[in-house]
Nanobody, 124 residues
């Protein structure tokens, strides 16, 4: 099993930046993909970004391309989401997730483990 601990959420003005962190522990050797998802009130959960932990390949939803960067520090078993040029539309609860398979990275059903979520609020 994988345990995930998130941090980095908060409140920021539009145009600002935040960095989210997710520390993985446990059976991380079976984790092939880690991703960030978000869910705003009244909206369905959507995949924001993902990274294949062994290859380093990254994926992003169109709305955040060029603004968000997903990365990992294998020595620290930590995944990051650097969020720049934040918009009010980015406000949501952000979750990190880990899974054995990540071919459908945008599908939450592909992930076996989830963090507790961290709130990101962007104000104008």
């Amino acid at each position: 099993q994988v345990q995930l601990v998130e941090s980095g959420g908060g409140s920021v003005q539009a145009g600002g930046s935040l960095t989210l962190s997710c520390v993985a522990s446990g059976s991380t050797y079976n984790t092939n993909c880690m991703g960030w998802f978000r869910q705003a009130p009244g909206k369905q959960r959507e995949g924001v970004a993902a990274i294949y932990t062994r290859s380093g390949s990254t994926y992003y939803t169109d709305s955040v391309k060029g603004r968000f960067t997903i990365s990992q520090d294998n020595a620290k078993s930590t995944m990051y989401l650097q969020m720049n040029s934040l918009k009010a539309e980015d406000s949501a609860m952000y979750y990190c997730a880990a899974g054995l398979l990540g071919a459908a990275w945008w599908n939450g059903g592909a992930y076996n483990h989830w963090g507790q979520g961290t709130q990101v609020t962007v104000s104008s």
